[in-house]
């Protein structure tokens, strides 16, 4: 009896330790290959390349590196003096072409007043060619005038969105070109998570979701939800041939890895203590149906043994 006992112990002993090793299976490949979180998440924000609209040099820098600045705010100004020189000469330019269609236009009137005797049907049609050309030019010249105090005002280069200056390493004097940038500006308005998920657990992920987000270094947690998922990833696999038809790899891989769709979560708050630099890394997690995912081993394997103790209890 006693040796019964001892045997009847061990089988069981061996019967739970099987059990358990099946339990944490299950929870080892829910948790790795089924659950909606993953530690592949950046912080994101849209990118301004700050680029002058005309060309000279730059005479004041109004802003440092990594300064937090608002739209509207001027950054730097580019020679403000000849730009408003070049407003002058265009005034006075606008002045004479007004003087003259201004005599162009009397005169025209006048030889319409004229009787056939006294001007001839071609003077007249010569006043008239001259009284439209004089009215051109003063459009022309009007044109020009409003050009030149639009580049005095696109001297002062301003910030377009609300955000923080980085990379900056533009000085007095520098020579700066019609359309290159000279720095950067984060849209602090744009600030988002996104979440590199595998493709086979978007299955579980769905627009308004809650998420949670760890980002790497912090304690804090910060919450968000789905906001939309990725239209396309690159295929790696096609590219386009000499004749633009499609070009497909014919290799074939049999270990096929699941690609990675982004995920944006749009977050509901931020701690003032929290630095969202773009570029970080943060763990996400999507609560699905409701249900916090597991976010550490030894949560996915107590949910587990949970789920089977519920079961047991129940039958």
Do not use: C
Not at 91 to 101: F, R
Request: proline letters at 3%.
């Amino acid at each position: 009896m006693p040796r019964f006992l001892a045997l009847s112990a061990r089988l069981l002993v061996t019967l739970g330790m099987v059990a358990v090793a099946i339990v944490v299976g299950l929870a080892l490949w829910d948790y790795y290959m089924q659950a909606s979180w993953t530690r592949d998440g950046r912080v994101r924000a849209d990118v301004v390349q700050v680029a002058p609209d005309v060309s000279g040099l730059v005479t004041e820098v109004l802003i440092a590196d990594n300064q937090v600045v608002k739209r509207g705010d001027v950054l730097f100004r580019i020679d403000p003096d000849r730009f408003a020189l070049a407003l002058r000469q265009a005034e006075a330019v606008v002045e004479g072409k007004k003087a003259t269609a201004t005599q162009a236009a009397a005169d025209y009137a006048r030889y319409l007043k004229l009787s056939d005797a006294a001007a001839s049907q071609q003077r007249v049609e010569a006043a008239q060619a001259a009284d439209l050309e004089a009215k051109a030019a003063y459009a022309q010249a009007t044109a020009d005038r409003d050009l030149a105090k639009l580049n005095l005002d696109r001297s002062a280069v301003k910030a377009a969105v609300n955000g923080r200056i980085t990379n900056m390493g533009l000085r007095p004097g520098t020579y700066v070109s019609t359309g290159h940038g000279v720095m950067a500006l984060i849209d602090s308005d744009t600030v988002r998570v996104e979440g590199y998920f595998e493709e086979t657990k978007l299955a579980r992920i769905h627009v308004g979701d809650r998420a949670r987000i760890h980002l790497m270094g912090d304690d804090a947690t910060l919450t968000g939800h789905v906001e939309s998922f990725a239209g396309g990833i690159e295929d790696r696999e096609r590219t386009a041939g000499s004749s633009l038809l499609a070009s497909v790899n014919p290799t074939f891989a049999w270990v096929r890895l699941a690609q990675r769709i982004p995920v944006r979560i749009k977050l509901d708050g931020v701690p003032d203590d929290t630095r969202l630099v773009s570029g970080r890394t943060a763990t996400v997690a999507i609560e699905s149906n409701g249900e916090p995912p597991h976010v550490s081993l030894f949560g996915a394997v107590r949910g587990a043994l949970q789920g089977v103790a519920g079961e047991g209890g129940t039958r």
